[in-house]
């Protein structure tokens, strides 16, 4: 089977199957969106409105700018996979909790597994604390970080600010588009690495 097709059932099966304790107040599962063959995976925190209403994850504001910025570095939504780490709304979009995000994990990395990305990109604070705990996001964005991941084996992982958090703060604004512009060298050095 295709990474598509794997991609697709194994969404269909946990939006049936997680039992993330939002679930009840969601209006649907926001599993992920993008291209399975992708060699870049963005996993950010949690779906808002938009996304619960629509099923489909980063598509209010904090969507419009990491479009914005993919197309900063010539690529597509299409040419992407993302995703969160938790699958459904937090009301009033408040922090998943730790049990929510535990809750969530075993979908995220069957969803890992399946695409098999090159480089996983974190966004705020939650995703980076899953794969790289014990960081502080002001110190360690736009670096790159090498972790390998029991049943996952080796894998790059990229840090990036929550475009929400980036959005209307200047500063910020600026800084997460200048680590953004970083992620075509350490694909490229990826490749290369795995090329040889
Ligand atoms: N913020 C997220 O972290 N995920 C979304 O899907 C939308 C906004």
């Not at 870049?40 to 700018?65: H, S």
């Not at 900063?72 to 009301?91: A, F, H, S």
Request: include cysteine; aromatic fraction near 6%.
């Amino acid at each position: 089977m295709d990474k598509q097709k794997s991609l697709d059932a194994l969404n269909e099966k946990m939006s049936l199957e997680c039992d993330c304790s939002l679930r009840i107040q969601a209006t649907q599962a926001v599993p992920g969106d993008g291209n399975a063959e992708a060699e870049i995976l963005f996993i950010g925190e949690a779906p808002g409105k938009n996304e619960d209403l629509q099923g489909i994850p980063f598509i209010g504001a904090a969507g419009k700018f990491l479009s914005e910025m993919l197309s900063v570095i010539r690529l597509k939504r299409e040419n992407i996979y993302i995703t969160n780490i938790v699958k459904y709304r937090p009301p009033d979009n408040r922090d998943p909790s730790p049990e929510e995000i535990s809750a969530c994990l075993p979908w995220l990395h069957k969803q890992i597994k399946i695409i098999r990305p090159k480089i996983i990109v974190t966004l705020g604070r939650h995703a980076m604390e899953h794969f790289i705990p014990g960081k502080k996001i002001s110190l360690v964005h736009g670096q790159a970080f090498r972790r390998t991941l029991p049943g996952l084996g080796p894998q790059v992982f990229f840090v990036l600010y929550h475009p929400a958090a980036a959005l209307y703060n200047g500063s910020l604004r600026a800084t997460l588009i200048e680590d953004f512009k970083k992620i075509p060298k350490v694909l490229e050095k990826i490749r290369s690495e795995k090329s040889k």
